[in-house]
Structures are given as C-alpha cells and as structure tokens.
C-alpha cells in the first residue's frame, strides 16, 4: 500500500455507495481524494469525515452529462495538488427494462452517463496524464456485460462499450498511461433507487438484501490496481457475491 500514499485521485460518482467507499478507503491509504458528483451535501459529509480521520479531500459538484464539468473536476485536482495521479470513473446510471417497452429516455440516461461520462472523464484526464508521463484510468463496469440477460440489454451495452474502448485505449498507450476496468457484481448501495420499473426495482433491491456485498470490497480493489509499480498493468477485476450466478 505505500504506492498509494500521496496518490492524487479524483472520483466520481463520489457521493454514496461504491463511490463513497473508494473515496474513503483511499483516503485512509494516504491518498489525497478530490471527489465529483452532482449532491454537495453529500460530498460535504464525506469530505470532513475523511479529514475527521486525518486524511485529505475536497471536492467539486459535476454533472457526469457535461463535459466541462469533468474537465473542472480534474483541473481541481491539478491547481491544489500540482497533478493528478488516477482518475476513477465511478458514477453511472441504471434503467432495467425490456428493449420492446421502449424506454428511450432510460437508454438515453445510460448513454450519457455510462458511456459517454466515462468518456468525458477520460478525455479530460488524459491531456494531463501525458504531460506527466504517468497516469491511471480506473472504470468501474459492470458483470452485466460479462453476462447477458433480460432486462438489461441497454444497461450491459452501455458497459461493454466501455470495455471495448478501454481495451483498445491500453493497445493504443505506450505504458505510461495505464488503464484498469473493474466489474462489480450486486453490491450494497442505492443503485435501485432510480429504476424506473417497479418489477426491476423491487428484483434488484431483494437480491441487494440477500447476496449482495459490502462497496468496500469494490474500494480494496481499486487500491489493489493504483498501488502496483508503474511496470505493472492490472487490466480486468470481476467482483461479485459468491452466491451470484
């Protein structure tokens, strides 16, 4: 773990579940966390529960739909640290629903904010990690991509996108900038809270309350990933309950 210590690293989707979780554990490590996501008040409690415990944080209110939004996040990071070391994109959005029900603002929802946030992210890191020389790209995925079922077409699409790019990102990077793609399966947050369909809603909850895992498990391998030496890649981690199919 002492790779982390001193580590800049900015989160989003930072203000409750996996994203709170990362931010947390990363600051006990000695990293230096620079936090991103739309609820302030939030962010606020984490941040001063994290320097409650002697770690350092701050944060910047983004919205994961707009691109200069990410480009603040990471320039935040640069202006009070002098750089930016990994950049952990977090947040995303879920819609679970037949293709057939048409739920086109759900796929346009899943769109922004799990493809092309991420995208945003990178894109907003990436000029500063070639500066550096150094930089890591940590994506949190999904195992809906790794297995296909119904009700979650768009949703797995979305992540699978996101792991066709990042494949052909680390082919196109010379090493200096690393890239690591982490897939939780049912994990314990609010990730239900926004679906739409009741039926999905309620499937997805009761699943959380029997199987699902603690967000820290999902932190420990972030730290896992960002802590190796700069030789070192991890590419993909699959996460999920023992139990889960």
Do not use: C
């Amino acid at each position: 773990m002492q790779n982390i210590k001193g580590k800049i690293v900015a989160i989003t989707g930072a203000s409750s579940g996996m994203g709170k979780a990362i931010a947390i554990e990363l600051a006990k490590n000695g990293a230096k966390v620079v936090l991103g996501a739309r609820r302030t008040e939030q962010l606020q409690q984490i941040v001063d529960e994290i320097k409650s415990k002697g770690g350092e944080a701050i944060f910047a209110q983004i919205d994961m739909k707009n691109k200069a939004d990410l480009v603040r996040l990471v320039n935040e990071a640069v202006e009070q640290h002098g750089k930016l070391d990994v950049i952990v994109n977090n947040a995303g959005a879920s819609q679970l629903s037949r293709i057939d029900e048409l739920d086109i603002e759900g796929w346009e929802e899943m769109i922004d904010v799990n493809l092309k946030g991420v995208l945003y992210g990178m894109a907003a890191a990436i000029p500063v990690f070639k500066q550096q020389q150094s930089g890591h790209i940590v994506n949190i995925i999904s195992t809906s991509g790794i297995k296909i079922i119904p009700m979650q077409g768009v949703y797995a699409g979305t992540k699978n996108a996101i792991r066709t790019i990042a494949e052909a990102f680390r082919q196109e990077s010379d090493g200096n900038i690393r890239i690591t793609g982490i897939s939780p399966g049912l994990v314990k947050t609010d990730f239900a809270n926004n679906i739409k369909n009741e039926e999905m809603k309620t499937a997805v909850q009761r699943g959380m309350e029997q199987i699902a895992i603690n967000p820290i498990a999902i932190a420990n391998a972030v730290i896992y990933a960002v802590s190796q030496p700069e030789d070192v890649e991890i590419g993909d981690i699959v996460i999920r309950p023992s139990k889960q199919n």
